[in-house]
């Protein structure tokens, strides 16, 4: 008989059924067990990763939240294990060490793992319009009509130097449309974050190459979750 042999086969798919378990397994430290104490999850992703196409693609969304967002929330994870801050949730660690020259790392990579995991839940398919009920009243009196509010939205995403987030924020009755550079968060500023864009490059590039404005404007046209908006308002 000839052939490779029955014992080497069977070796060969023990061999093959382990490599899968530790990749898995692998897959599953880099985004943070769930059930050891000190270590923040990887959230899933609210759809699929070709859902917002063709306004964001699969490649940009595998990219950004498989390689961008998992590497913060990996390292925040080890810088987090064993500190004083090992008890304490994202927004506590964003609010303790928000312009704390000893912990910059720490407030670099626990901020931008909660920076995008909010974003994630601004968009969903099929998303875009116009807001409804309470929260279209508020857009209409705090900025007049939702175009207003969509020209200085896209305008503020636009004139950000570098890096950088563009909110919708809560800001005592009003809402405001303000802009953060690298990592920082409105949570550290006293204001409430609605509605939020990604505007590192990213979060647009394959896409949109240098055109920022354009994808800002379809995230809004198109993805913009208003039912996360509006449900933010009642918190």
Known sequence: ??????????????????????CLA???AQCGPADEKGLFVLEPLPYAEDA?????????ISFHYGR?????VK???????????EDNSFEEIIKLTSGKKGHVPIFNNVAQA??????????????????????????KDSFGSLDVFKEEFITTANSQFGSGWTW??????????????????PLTHGLKPVFAVD??????????????????EKVLDHLANWDFVASQLEQ
């Open 199 to 216: 505007v590192w490059e990213h979060a647009y590039y394959l896409d949109y190459q240098n055109r920022r404005a354009d994808f800002v």
């Open 68 to 72: 961008h967002h998992a590497g913060y």
């Open 114 to 139: 909660w920076n995008h995991a909010f974003f994630w839940k601004c968009m969903k398919p099929g998303g875009g319009g116009s807001p409804k009920g309470k929260l279209a009243k508020k857009v």
């Open 1 to 22: 008989m000839t052939g490779y042999p029955v014992n080497r086969v069977k070796d060969s798919r023990k061999a093959a059924s382990l490599f899968a378990v530790i």
């Open 26 to 28: 692998a897959m599953i």
């Open 168 to 185: 919708l924020v809560l800001d005592g009755d009003k809402l405001k449309v303000v802009k953060t550079s690298n990592a920082d968060t």
């Open 75 to 85: 390292m925040a994870n080890s810088l987090v294990k064993g500190s004083v801050f």
């Open 52 to 60: 917002l196409q063709p306004y964001i693609s699969a490649e940009t």
